[in-house]
């Protein structure tokens, strides 16, 4: 079975510009996370989703991050625009149903440097 | 809302030699617990999860974790590590009224040749 699939791997870019992020889960799961992990600290769920339909955003910083997830499958996060600050690794997970008992899945990441 | 403390950011260890990652919670309700692995340069990866029943769970590469209410802690044990042990633990929670999925902040094993 194929895991959770995710690129770019690694993205630099400078303050101020767009960056875009793609996930794709695992076949047949119908929720999906975008988490955001800064160095030296746990990872931050940033919005979740169940099929196309958000569950909960209540942490992504609506004034310059944007997802997606129009066919209830694969996602991209969007930041729009970058701060310094936003330098993290992005990482996306699915799980089968979304309930609290569900593992979760993750992939291996996106690396972002904001100069 | 549910929080967790891993207590060692650092844990060094020599080959063969038995470790313990230490994880304490914070919720109000009850809670359902989880330790992951992260290898260099992947993904989170499952170690073990209680759910409810038996407080001692095992899980994949002869990790296993027990589940302590009276302390609220669910710290992760190895009797015997290994080289490809060496990686960051991290353990989270989540409860059984919402969605939200806590993690705490890592523990990164260093095993010792």
């Known amino acids: 079975e194929a895991g959770v699939a995710q690129s770019p791997r690694y993205k630099i870019i400078e303050k101020r510009q767009s960056v875009a992020f793609w996930c794709n889960p695992i076949?047949?799961?119908?929720?999906l996370y975008w988490y955001q992990q800064i160095l030296g600290q746990g990872p931050k769920l940033l919005i979740q989703?169940?099929?196309?339909?958000?569950?909960?955003d209540s942490q992504l910083p609506k004034d310059r991050f944007s997802a997606e997830r129009l066919k209830g499958v694969d996602s991209t996060l969007k930041i729009q625009p970058a701060k310094l600050e936003d330098s993290a690794v992005y990482l996306c997970?699915?799980?089968?149903?979304?309930?609290?008992?569900?593992?979760?899945?993750f992939g291996p990441g996106t690396r972002l440097t904001v100069l | 809302a549910q929080s967790v403390t891993q207590l060692d950011s650092q844990v060094p260890v020599f080959e063969e030699a038995p470790v313990e990652l230490r994880c304490n919670y914070s919720s109000s309700v009850s809670v359902y617990l989880f330790w992951y692995v992260q290898y260099p340069n992947q993904g989170l990866q499952l170690l073990l999860k209680y759910l409810s029943g038996s407080t001692l769970v095992k899980g994949i590469n002869g990790f296993e974790a027990e589940f302590n209410k009276s302390q609220t802690s669910f710290h992760l044990r190895k009797p015997s590590v290994h080289i490809s042990d060496t990686a960051e633990y991290f353990c989270a929670v989540s409860s059984n009224t919402g969605n939200q999925f806590y993690f705490g902040t890592g523990t990164s094993l260093t095993v010792i040749p």
């Open positions: 989703f169940q099929n196309n339909g958000v569950v909960d």
């Open positions: 076949s047949g799961h119908a929720t």
């Open positions: 997970a699915s799980s089968s149903s979304g309930v609290p008992t569900d593992t979760q899945y």
